[in-house]
């Protein structure tokens, strides 16, 4: 298994510029977020996915667009960079978001993605 | 909605020494999940130790343990026997296992380990 792979792995854009961060797993993993991390401020909910086909916000959801076609991929869509957005951009998934407790609840996270926007 | 509080931006330990780590959280689930993640340099998410909120016993880990008081929602992280391995940042994470479904992360602890 590779696990959470997120590609790429640093990015440099443009003030305006769009682009999309790439995330995939191959756990069969039902549940699948994207975080930010920001000195000071831990790690930030953007979005986050039950399964396919459903995608809900988080808590700084503003400027970004997910979606989930597959069980396997989840990217997060910039839609007009802006330097607020320059960060280090973490992809997670666990095996399910319902049911009763046990492994199935630890989230498993990518490799992280530095963006900076000039 | 969920919150999660860690008040101690840095903490330091002598190797060998035991360091407790502190957490406080809030939310209105009925069900939750609480969590400690560490972030080493290599800036990988590790899960250190988790603990299911309807089970009253602490969770441990080898040389990690938890104390989870639910009343005062209070989840802090003791480290025994401290090595220069457990440098990191710890971050502490609720989940809304009953309504939300979001992981809700602290503000993380920068831990220093001194040989």
């Known amino acids: 298994n590779a696990g959470v792979t997120q590609t790429p792995k640093f990015q440099v854009l443009k003030t305006g510029q769009s682009m999309t961060l790439q995330c995939a797993q191959d756990m069969n993993h039902e ?38 076609s597959t069980t396997e991929d989840f990217p997060l869509r910039l839609l007009s960079a802006a330097p607020s957005q320059t960060s280090v951009y973490f992809c997670a998934s666990s095996y399910r978001a319902f049911g009763v407790a046990g492994e199935g609840d630890e989230q498993f996270f990518g490799p992280g993605t530095r963006l900076t926007v000039l | ?71 005062a929602k209070s989840f802090s992280l003791k480290i025994s026997d401290s090595q220069l391995g457990d440098a990191a940042m710890y971050f502490c994470a609720s989940f809304g296992a009953s309504g939300t479904y979001k992981y809700i992360f602290g503000t993380g602890t920068r831990l220093k380990v001194l040989a």
């Open chain 2, 1 to 71: 909605a969920q919150t999660v509080t860690q008040s101690q931006p840095e903490m330091s330990v002598q190797e060998a020494e035991t360091v407790t780590l502190s957490c406080t959280y809030d939310t209105s689930e009925s069900d939750y999940y609480l969590f400690w993640y560490k972030q080493p340099p290599s800036r990988q998410m590790i899960l250190v130790i988790r603990q299911e909120a309807y089970k009253q016993q602490n969770a441990t880990e080898n040389r990690f343990s938890v104390n989870f008081q639910k009343a």
């Open chain 1, 31 to 68: 549940y699948m977020s994207w975080y930010r991390q920001d000195p000071g401020m831990g790690l930030r909910l953007i979005h986050y996915s039950v399964g396919a086909g459903i995608t809900d916000q988080g808590e700084v959801p503003n400027g970004y667009n997910v979606s989930r």
